[in-house]
């Protein structure tokens, strides 16, 4: 299995609390993702990066925000959580163009 | 905007038949196609990558095709165990973002 570890893997929190969600890659992949995974829905890209401190925006990123400062760290940030946000959140690395590597996942409910 | 769809969405089917599982795309401007399985409550195992330039991929009873004119890709399963017993998700690559179909999830009984 690719060197992929999401942190923490379940929480609950409180709507209006901040989260952040921590993605940790051994492997030196360029390329970081998250997702989201919601029934009826499939998993839908939140944010991207492509490189240190280069990141984008995804298919759902309202509500989110990213950083990543080392090649090995991928962070991602729900400033105000609101109940909408309870997810599996899934975090993933490749190099271009190639096959993506998919973390464990870390279960979020926001009450 | 590219669309991805699966089906059947559920599957059920005795132990050792063979499947064929379907994947549909609407853009055709693919870089590759990528199967995964995911078990209840854990992450996605990549299965298979196809490049745009590739027509099928195998891995052991696994075999997946891409015809890129059509936005197809079916897998392939050749004699199917309980183990089998998973969703398997399709996701076309645009650009260096996946998109996901929303799976088919396959039980195969004894």
């Known amino acids: 299995d690719a060197g992929i570890t999401q942190s923490p893997r379940h929480k609950v929190t409180e709507t209006g609390t901040p989260v952040t969600l921590r993605c940790h890659q051994t492997?030196?992949?360029?390329?970081m993702y998250w997702y989201r995974q919601d029934p009826g829905h499939g998993l839908r890209l939140i944010h991207y990066?492509?490189?240190?401190?280069?990141?984008d925006k995804g298919e759902v990123s309202d509500g989110y925000s990213v950083s990543r400062s080392k090649t090995e760290d991928f962070l991602l940030t729900l400033e105000s959580a609101t109940s909408s946000q309870t997810s599996v959140y899934f975090c993933?690395?490749?190099?271009?163009?190639?096959?993506?590597?998919f973390g464990p996942g870390t279960r979020l409910t926001v009450l | 905007k590219q669309e991805v769809t699966q089906i059947p969405a559920a599957l059920s089917v005795p132990e050792g038949e063979n499947l064929v599982l379907n994947c549909s795309f609407t853009?055709?401007?693919?870089?590759?196609l990528q199967w995964f399985r995911q078990d209840p409550g854990k992450g996605l195992t990549s299965l298979l990558l196809?490049?745009?330039?590739?027509r099928e991929q195998t891995s052991g009873r696994l075999n997946a095709s891409l015809d890129k004119s059509s936005g197809r890709s079916t897998l392939y399963i050749a004699a199917s165990q309980p183990g089998d017993s998973a969703t398997y998700l399709c996701?076309?690559?645009?650009?260096?973002?996946?998109?996901f179909g929303t799976g088919t999830r396959l039980q195969v009984f004894p």
């Open positions: 196809i490049q745009s330039s590739q």
């Open positions: 990066s492509y490189g240190v401190k280069d990141t």
């Open positions: 993933a690395i490749s190099e271009s163009s190639t096959e993506q590597f």
């Open positions: 492997e030196n992949h360029r390329y």
């Open positions: 853009d055709s401007a693919i870089y590759n």
């Open positions: 996701a076309v690559d645009n650009t260096d973002k996946l998109i």
